[in-house]
C-alpha cells in the first residue's frame, strides 16, 4: 500500500504541477481588447462544441453504464465512469486552458519569441501533465480502492472487469472526441481554405472570412480535446492490459504484487521526469524552437531511463532474482528492465523516422514539392507514394521491438515495452498541445493586425507545431499498435483462464480454441478485422468532404448576402459557421464510432450460428490482429502522408519551385487539403477505434464467463 | 491417361479457337494508308517494347532456372521454364493481335458499333482463350509428362516441386509484365496528358502530342501483355496450389488420382463453355455494348454451372460417396460441386459491387464528380473515400465465399471454389483485352481525322472498356487473395509433411511450428508481410511519378525546339517518346520486382538467426497471410478507387456539374491523373505481388527439404 501511495502520489503531483503552471500563465498579458474578443470568440465557440460533444457521448455512455451494471455488477460499471469522466476532465481542463493561452502567447510574441514560446508550451505541458497524470490515478486509485479498500484479491474476476471497464469508458471518450474533433476541425479548415484561399483570394486567417473563427476553433477541440482523450485513452488501456497480462500470468505467485506495481511504478516515475523535463525547454541564443523542445525531449528521455532503473530496483530489489508465470516462464526484473529500455528506444526511434518523412529538410517532402511544378495531379501521386512508404520504417521498428522484448521476457516484456514508450506521454502531449495555441496565436496576430514581426514569430511557432503534431501522432499510433498487441495478449490469456476452468465459467464448457493461421475462421477474422480500418478511414474522410462542403455554402451565402463582407464593411456572422460544423461533427461521429464497439459482437455472432463457439472466439481473436496490422499501415500511411502533403506546401512557400502564388503552389495547396483529413481526421482515429474493438472483445469475454 | 487427354484437348481446342479467329480478325479491313501508317507505329512501338521487356526479364530468369536446376534438378527447372515460356507466349500473342486489330475496329467502325464490337471483342478473345488454354495446357502436360510420361507417382515430391516451379516461372513473368507494363502505360498517360490536355490545351489523342503513340503504346503493353500475364499466373497458381493441397491431403488414399483431375476438369469445361459463350456477344436492337457483353458473360456463366455438374459426375461417378482425406476429413463430391458453385457466385457477386463503385450510374462516382465542384482537393478526398470504402463489399463477399466452402469441404473446397473462379479466366479476359483495342481504335479515328461519328462509336465502346478493365481488376484481385489463401494452405500442408518425416527431410527434424496467433513471432510475421503491399504500392506510384515527369520534359522540349509541331507543320518524334518510356518502365521495374521474392528469404533468414528454425517456420507462414490481408484491401481499394475518378471525370463530360471545360470537369481531371497508377499500375501488380511471396516460400519449403 505504501508503495500504491507513492504512485498515487506521483500522480498528485502532476495535477499540482497544472495548477501552478496555469497560474502562472493566466497571469499573463491578454492584450488588445481586439485580441481578447477574437480570443473570446474562439473560446466560446470551443466550449459550446466541447459541452454538445460530451452531452452526446453522455447519453451513449449512460445506456452503457446501466448495461454494464446490470450484467457485470455496478463495481465494474463504476469503473466505465471513472474512465469515462477523468478521460473527458483531461480533455476539457487541457482545452480550456488552451484557449486561454492562445491570446496570451500572441501577446507575448510581440515582447521576444521566447516569452511567447514559454507561453505556449507551458499550457501544452499543463495537458500533457494532465493527461498522464489523471491516467495514472485512475488505474491506481481503482486498483487501491478495490484491493486494499473494499478487499478483492488482485486477481480477482471483479479487479479485471472493473479495470477493463476504465479502459472501455476512456476508449468511448476517445472515440468520439477523436472523430468528433477531427470532422470539425478539418470541416472548417478544408472548407475555409476551398472558399477563402481558393475561390475569394484572401489568405489564411483573415478576418473576412466567415470560417476563420471555426477553423481557430477547430485546433483546440481536435488537435487539443481529441489527441488528449486518445493519449489518454492508449495509456490507461495499456497499462490495464498490462496489468491483466500480470494477473493471468502471474496468478497464485508471490511476485504477483511486484509486476502489477511495476507498470504503475513506471508511469509514476516517469510523471516526475516529465515535470523534470519541461524546465529544460528554454530558448537558446541560437533561437532554434525545435532544439529548445528536443532538449526538454531528451532530458526527459534520459532521466526516465535513470528512474526506470531505480524504479525495477524499488519494485523487485535483487535485480537478478527470477520471476516465474504460471506458464513456467522464467526471466528477471534485470530482463523488464531491458524491455522498458526497448520502449524508450523505440519512442525515439519513431520519433526520428516521423521527422524524416515529414520534415521539409529531407527528401520525402521535396519529392512532394518537386512534383507539384507539374501540377495537381503529380502532386497527389508523390504524396500518396510518400505516404505508402512512410509506413515502412516504423513497422520494421516496431517488429524489432516486440522480438527484442519477446526475447528477454516473452509477452509481459512487449507489455512493460508499452507501458515504457506510454510513461512518456506526458512530455509528448504537452510537445502536441502545444500546436494549437501558436496555431491560435497565429490566428489571434493575424485577425487583430499586429505587427509583421509578431506574426513572423507566430508562424516560427507554428511550423515548428505542425512537426510535432506529426511526431505525436507516430508516437500515438506506434504504441497504440503495440499496446494493442498487449490487448491482444490479454484477449488470449483470458480465454485461456476461462477454458481453464469451465467449472466456474460454464459458458467456456467443452471450449477448445484453435488460434492458428491454418483454421479458416482465423483467416476470416483476419479478413474482417482487417477491413474495419479501411471501412472507418473512408467514413472519416467522407465525413470531412460533407462538413467542408456544407462550410464552402455557408460562405458563400455569407459574401452573396452581405457584400460588405469583402470591403470590411460588416462583420461576417462567425458564429453560424461554428454551429454548423458542431452540428455536422456531431451527426457524423455516431456511425463511424459504432463500428469498432459493434463489429466483435458481429464477427462472434455470425461465427457462432455458423460454427459454435470455440470457432467464435478464435474469429474475434484473430479480428483483433487483422485491425491491428491494417489499422496501424494505414493510420501511418495518413498521418505521415498528410504532414508531408502539409510541409510540402511550406516548403514552396519558403521559396522553392516557384515560391507562394505560383503553380506548383496552386498543386501543394490541394495535396495539403487532401492531407488535413488524412492526418487529422481518419489516420488519428484509427487509434481509438483499433484499442475499442480489443477492449469490447475483452468485455464479452466478461459478460460470457459472468453470465 | 484418356481423361487427362480430354483436359489436354480443351487446351488445344482454345489454341484451335484462337487461330481461326485471328484469321478472321486480320482479313478486315485496315482502312486508309494514314491508319496503317498510326497503327505501325503504335505496333512497332508496343513490339520493340516487349522484345526488350522479355529480354531483361530472360536473363533473371536465366539466372535463376541454373539456381533451381543446380539445387532442385532440371526437372524442376524445366517447369520454371516452361511455366515462364509459356506465360511470356499468352501475352505477346495477345498483344500482337490486339495492335493489329485496333485499326482494324477503327475500320470497322466506320461501317457500324455492331461490327466495331464484333472485331474488338473477337481479338480480345483470342488473348483470354490463350491464358486460359496455355494455362491449363501448361499444368496438364507437365503432370502427363511426369506422371504418365516419365513415371513419377503423383504425389513424389519431384512432381510437386516441378508444378510450384512452374508457377513461379509464370510468376516471375507476371510481376515484371504488370509492374513494367504499368509504368509504361500510365507514365505515358498521366504525362501526355499533364503537358498535352494540362499546359497545352490540345485534346487527348491529339497527333501533334508526342507522347501521344506512347499512349497508345501503352494500352497494349500495360493492359493487354500485363493484364494476361497476371490472369495466366493466378491460372496456374492456384491450380497448382489446389493440386499440392490434394497430394499432401489425399496421399496414398484410393480417391487421390480423381481429386487431382477434378481441377483440370473444370478448367477444361470452362475452356468450352468460354468459348460457346463469345457467340452470345452480338449487339441487340438496343445498341447496348455492355448489354452484349454481359449477355457473353452470363452464358458462359450458366454454362460453365452445368459443366461443372456434368464434369463433377465423370470425374468422381457417384455424387454422394465420401472423399476421406489423410486428416480424416470426410466429404462427398457433391459438396465439392457446392464449392464450386460458391466460385461463379463470388465471381458474379464481385463484378456486380465493382459495376456498383466505379459506374457511372451509382452513388459513389457521382458523389466523387459532386465534390469536384468545390475544387480538385475535394474531388481527391471523396475519390480517396470511395477507395477506402470499396474495400468492404468484397472483402464479406470472400469472407461468406470461405465460411461457405470451408464448411462443405474443408481447405480443399475453398481451393476447388477457386479453381471455379478463375476457370472463367477466359471469359473475363476476353472482356479485359477489349479495353485496349477499343482505346487505340479511339486514337487512331483521332490521329487519322477520321469523322466525328466514327469517334463517337469508338467512343462509345471505350467507355465500356473501362468498366470492364476494372471489373477484370476486382475479379482479378478477389481470385488472387482467394488463390493467395490456397497457396497458404500449401505452405501449411507441405510444412506440416516435411516435420512428420524428419528421417526423409533431416532439415526439418525437432521442428514443432506454432502458427497460433500467440506466439510473436506470428505476429511479427503478419506486421512485416503487411507492409509489403504498402511499401510495393509506393514504389509503384513513385516510380510512375517519375516516368510521367520524363514525358513531360521530353515533351516540353519538343515543343520548344520544333515550334512547327503545335501549328501541324512538322511531326513530333514519337519513337524518342517510346523509347525514353521503355528505358523508364524497365529501370523501374527491377527493384519492386525483387520485394516479393527477396522478402520471404529475409524473413526466414532473420527469424531464424533470432529464434530458430520453428520460429522462422512460423514467421514466414504469417507473412503469407500478413500479405494478403493488406494486398487485398490496398488492391481493392486502389483498383475500385481509380475506377471511381476515372468515371467521374466522365461522367461530368457527359454534361453533368458544368461538363467539359468547367472548373468541376479540371479538379476531375487531377482525380483521374491521381487515380491513373493507383488502377492501373499500383493496384494490379499487388497480385502478383502477393502469389510470388506465397510462391517463393513453398520453393523456400523445398530446397530445405532436398538439402
Given at each position: 500500500?505504501?508503495?500504491?501511495?507513492?504512485?498515487?502520489?506521483?500522480?498528485?503531483?502532476?495535477?499540482?504541477?497544472?495548477?501552478?503552471?496555469?497560474?502562472?500563465?493566466?497571469?499573463?498579458?491578454?492584450?488588445?481588447?481586439?485580441?481578447?474578443?477574437?480570443?473570446?470568440?474562439?473560446?466560446?465557440?470551443?466550449?459550446?462544441?466541447?459541452?454538445?460533444?460530451?452531452?452526446?457521448?453522455?447519453?451513449?455512455?449512460?445506456?452503457?453504464?446501466?448495461?454494464?451494471?446490470?450484467?457485470?455488477?455496478?463495481?465494474?460499471?463504476?469503473?466505465?465512469?471513472?474512465?469515462?469522466?477523468?478521460?473527458?476532465?483531461?480533455?476539457?481542463?487541457?482545452?480550456?486552458?488552451?484557449?486561454?493561452?492562445?491570446?496570451?502567447?500572441?501577446?507575448?510574441?510581440?515582447?521576444?519569441?521566447?516569452?511567447?514560446?514559454?507561453?505556449?508550451?507551458?499550457?501544452?505541458?499543463?495537458?500533457?501533465?494532465?493527461?498522464?497524470?489523471?491516467?495514472?490515478?485512475?488505474?491506481?486509485?481503482?486498483?487501491?480502492?478495490?484491493?486494499?479498500?473494499?478487499?478483492?484479491?488482485?486477481?480477482?474476476?471483479?479487479?479485471?472487469?472493473?479495470?477493463?471497464?476504465?479502459?472501455?469508458?476512456?476508449?468511448?471518450?476517445?472515440?468520439?472526441?477523436?472523430?468528433?474533433?477531427?470532422?470539425?476541425?478539418?470541416?472548417?479548415?478544408?472548407?475555409?481554405?476551398?472558399?477563402?484561399?481558393?475561390?475569394?483570394?484572401?489568405?489564411?486567417?483573415?478576418?473576412?472570412?466567415?470560417?476563420?473563427?471555426?477553423?481557430?476553433?477547430?485546433?483546440?477541440?481536435?488537435?487539443?480535446?481529441?489527441?488528449?482523450?486518445?493519449?489518454?485513452?492508449?495509456?490507461?488501456?495499456?497499462?490495464?492490459?498490462?496489468?491483466?497480462?500480470?494477473?493471468?500470468a502471474f496468478a497464485g505467485s508471490p511476485s504477483l504484487?511486484?509486476?502489477?506495481?511495476?507498470?504503475?511504478?513506471?508511469?509514476?516515475?516517469?510523471?516526475?521526469?516529465?515535470?523534470?523535463?519541461?524546465?529544460?525547454?528554454?530558448?537558446?541564443?541560437?533561437?532554434?524552437?525545435?532544439?529548445?523542445?528536443?532538449?526538454?525531449?531528451?532530458?526527459?528521455?534520459?532521466?526516465?531511463?535513470?528512474?526506470?532503473?531505480?524504479?525495477?530496483?524499488?519494485?523487485?530489489?535483487?535485480?537478478?532474482?527470477?520471476?516465474?508465470?504460471?506458464?513456467?516462464?522464467?526471466?528477471?526484473?534485470?530482463?523488464?528492465?531491458g524491455c522498458g529500455v526497448i520502449g524508450l528506444l523505440?519512442?525515439?526511434?519513431?520519433?526520428?523516422?516521423?521527422?524524416?518523412?515529414?520534415?521539409?529538410?529531407?527528401?520525402?517532402?521535396?519529392?512532394?514539392?518537386?512534383?507539384?511544378?507539374?501540377?495537381?495531379?503529380?502532386?497527389?501521386?508523390?504524396?500518396?507514394?510518400?505516404?505508402?512508404?512512410?509506413?515502412?520504417?516504423?513497422?520494421?521498428?516496431?517488429?524489432?521491438?516486440?522480438?527484442?522484448?519477446?526475447?528477454?521476457?516473452?509477452?509481459?516484456?512487449?507489455?512493460?515495452?508499452?507501458?515504457?514508450?506510454?510513461?512518456?506521454?506526458?512530455?509528448?502531449?504537452?510537445?502536441?498541445?502545444?500546436?494549437?495555441?501558436?496555431?491560435?496565436?497565429?490566428?489571434?496576430?493575424?485577425?487583430?493586425?499586429?505587427?509583421?514581426?509578431?506574426?513572423?514569430?507566430?508562424?516560427?511557432?507554428?511550423?515548428?507545431?505542425?512537426?510535432?503534431?506529426?511526431?505525436?501522432?507516430?508516437?500515438?499510433?506506434?504504441?497504440?499498435?503495440?499496446?494493442?498487441?498487449?490487448?491482444?495478449?490479454?484477449?488470449?490469456?483470458?480465454?485461456?483462464?476461462?477454458?481453464?476452468?469451465?467449472?466456474?465459467?460454464?459458458?467456456?464448457?467443452?471450449?477448445?480454441?484453435?488460434?492458428?493461421?491454418?483454421?479458416?475462421?482465423?483467416?476470416?477474422?483476419?479478413?474482417?478485422?482487417?477491413?474495419?480500418?479501411?471501412?472507418?478511414?473512408?467514413?472519416?474522410?467522407?465525413?470531412?468532404?460533407?462538413?467542408?462542403?456544407?462550410?464552402?455554402?455557408?460562405?458563400?451565402?455569407?459574401?452573396?448576402?452581405?457584400?460588405?463582407?469583402?470591403?470590411?464593411?460588416?462583420?461576417?456572422?462567425?458564429?453560424?459557421?461554428?454551429?454548423?460544423?458542431?452540428?455536422?461533427?456531431?451527426?457524423?461521429?455516431?456511425?463511424?464510432?459504432?463500428?469498432?464497439?459493434?463489429?466483435?459482437?458481429?464477427?462472434?455472432?455470425?461465427?457462432?450460428?455458423?460454427?459454435?463457439?470455440?470457432?467464435?472466439?478464435?474469429?474475434?481473436?484473430?479480428?483483433?490482429?487483422?485491425?491491428?496490422?491494417?489499422?496501424?499501415?494505414?493510420?501511418?500511411?495518413?498521418?505521415?502522408?498528410?504532414?508531408?502533403?502539409?510541409?510540402?506546401?511550406?516548403?514552396?512557400?519558403?521559396?522553392?519551385?516557384?515560391?507562394?502564388?505560383?503553380?506548383?503552389?496552386?498543386?501543394?495547396?490541394?495535396?495539403?487539403?487532401?492531407?488535413?483529413?488524412?492526418?487529422?481526421?481518419?489516420?488519428?482515429?484509427?487509434?481509438?477505434?483499433?484499442?475499442?474493438?480489443?477492449?469490447?472483445?475483452?468485455?464479452?469475454?466478461?459478460?460470457?464467463?459472468?453470465?
Amino acid at each position: 500500500m505504501l508503495a500504491l501511495s507513492i504512485v498515487i502520489a506521483a500522480g498528485a503531483l502532476s495535477i499540482i504541477y497544472g495548477i501552478v503552471t496555469v497560474r502562472a500563465v493566466m497571469a499573463a498579458d491578454t492584450g488588445t481588447q481586439r485580441m481578447r474578443d477574437i480570443a473570446d470568440a474562439i473560446r466560446e465557440g470551443a466550449q459550446a462544441y466541447l459541452r454538445r460533444q460530451y452531452t452526446t457521448i453522455a447519453l451513449v455512455g449512460i445506456v452503457l453504464f446501466v448495461l454494464l451494471g446490470f450484467v457485470l455488477g455496478w463495481i465494474v460499471a463504476g469503473g466505465f465512469a471513472a474512465g469515462a469522466v477523468l478521460s473527458g476532465a483531461a480533455g476539457f481542463i487541457g482545452m480550456n486552458v488552451s484557449v486561454r493561452a492562445n491570446v496570451r502567447t500572441a501577446q507575448a510574441a510581440t515582447n521576444s519569441l521566447a516569452d511567447g514560446l514559454d507561453i505556449a508550451f507551458r499550457s501544452g505541458a499543463v495537458t500533457g501533465l494532465l493527461v498522464a497524470g489523471l491516467a495514472l490515478l485512475g488505474v491506481a486509485v481503482s486498483f487501491a480502492v478495490l484491493v486494499h479498500g473494499i478487499g478483492y484479491a488482485p486477481d480477482s474476476r471483479t479487479v479485471v472487469d472493473a479495470l477493463v471497464a476504465l479502459g472501455f469508458g476512456a476508449s468511448l471518450i476517445s472515440i468520439f472526441a477523436r472523430l468528433g474533433g477531427g470532422i470539425f476541425t478539418k470541416g472548417a479548415d478544408v472548407g475555409g481554405d476551398l472558399v477563402g484561399k481558393v475561390e475569394a483570394g484572401i489568405p489564411e486567417d483573415d478576418p473576412r472570412n466567415p470560417a476563420t473563427i471555426a477553423d481557430n476553433v477547430g485546433d483546440n477541440v481536435g488537435d487539443c480535446a481529441g489527441m488528449a482523450a486518445d493519449l489518454f485513452e492508449t495509456y490507461v488501456v495499456s497499462i490495464v492490459a498490462t496489468m491483466v497480462l500480470a494477473i493471468v500470468a502471474f496468478a497464485g505467485s508471490p511476485s504477483l504484487g511486484a509486476v502489477l506495481l511495476y507498470p504503475l511504478a513506471i508511469g509514476a516515475a516517469c510523471i516526475v521526469s516529465s515535470i523534470a523535463g519541461t524546465f529544460f525547454v528554454r530558448l537558446g541564443v541560437t533561437e532554434s524552437i525545435m532544439g529548445a523542445l528536443y532538449r526538454g525531449f531528451i532530458a526527459t528521455g534520459v532521466l526516465s531511463l535513470a528512474a526506470l532503473a531505480l524504479v525495477t530496483w524499488l519494485v523487485f530489489g535483487d535485480p537478478t532474482a527470477a520471476l516465474t508465470t504460471a506458464g513456467g516462464e522464467t526471466f528477471s526484473p534485470l530482463a523488464l528492465f531491458g524491455c522498458g529500455v526497448i520502449g524508450l528506444l523505440l519512442t525515439a526511434v519513431i520519433v526520428v523516422i516521423t521527422e524524416y518523412y515529414t520534415g521539409t529538410q529531407y527528401r520525402p517532402v521535396q519529392s512532394i514539392a518537386a512534383a507539384s511544378r507539374t501540377g495537381h495531379g503529380t502532386n497527389v501521386i508523390q504524396g500518396l507514394a510518400v505516404s505508402l512508404e512512410a509506413t515502412a520504417l516504423p513497422a520494421l521498428a516496431i517488429i524489432a521491438a516486440i522480438i527484442g522484448a519477446n526475447a528477454l521476457a516473452g509477452l509481459f516484456g512487449i507489455a512493460i515495452a508499452v507501458t515504457a514508450m506510454l510513461a512518456l506521454c506526458g512530455f509528448v502531449v504537452a510537445l502536441d498541445a502545444f500546436g494549437p495555441v501558436t496555431d491560435n496565436a497565429g490566428g489571434i496576430a493575424e485577425m487583430a493586425g499586429l505587427p509583421a514581426r509578431v506574426r513572423t514569430a507566430t508562424d516560427a511557432l507554428d511550423a515548428v507545431g505542425n512537426t510535432t503534431k506529426a511526431v505525436t501522432k507516430g508516437y500515438a499510433i506506434g504504441s497504440a499498435g503495440l499496446g494493442a498487441l498487449v490487448l491482444f495478449a490479454a484477449y488470449t490469456s483470458d480465454l485461456a483462464h476461462f477454458t481453464a476452468h469451465p467449472d466456474l465459467y460454464t459458458y467456456f464448457a467443452g471450449v477448445t480454441v484453435d488460434f492458428s493461421l491454418s483454421n479458416p475462421f482465423v483467416v476470416v477474422g483476419l479478413l474482417f478485422g482487417g477491413l474495419l480500418p479501411f471501412v472507418f478511414g473512408g467514413f472519416g474522410m467522407t465525413a470531412v468532404g460533407r462538413a467542408a462542403g456544407s462550410v464552402v455554402e455557408e460562405v458563400r451565402r455569407q459574401f452573396r448576402e452581405k457584400p460588405g463582407i469583402m470591403t470590411g464593411e460588416s462583420r461576417p456572422d462567425y458564429g453560424r459557421a461554428v454551429d454548423l460544423l458542431t452540428r455536422a461533427a456531431l451527426r457524423e461521429m455516431i456511425l463511424p464510432s459504432l463500428l469498432p464497439v459493434l463489429s466483435p459482437l458481429v464477427c462472434f455472432g455470425v461465427v457462432l450460428l455458423v460454427a459454435g463457439r470455440s470457432d467464435a472466439f478464435a474469429a474475434v481473436g484473430a479480428m483483433l490482429l487483422g485491425v491491428i496490422v491494417t489499422g496501424l499501415f494505414v493510420a501511418i500511411s495518413m498521418t505521415s502522408g498528410g504532414g508531408a502533403w502539409d510541409n510540402a506546401k511550406k516548403f514552396i512557400e519558403e521559396g522553392h519551385f516557384g515560391g507562394k502564388g505560383s503553380e506548383a503552389h496552386k498543386a501543394a495547396v490541394t495535396g495539403d487539403t487532401v492531407g488535413d483529413p488524412y492526418k487529422d481526421t481518419a489516420g488519428p482515429a484509427i487509434n481509438p477505434m483499433i484499442k475499442i474493438t480489443n477492449i469490447v472483445a475483452l468485455l464479452l469475454l466478461a459478460v460470457l464467463a459472468h453470465g
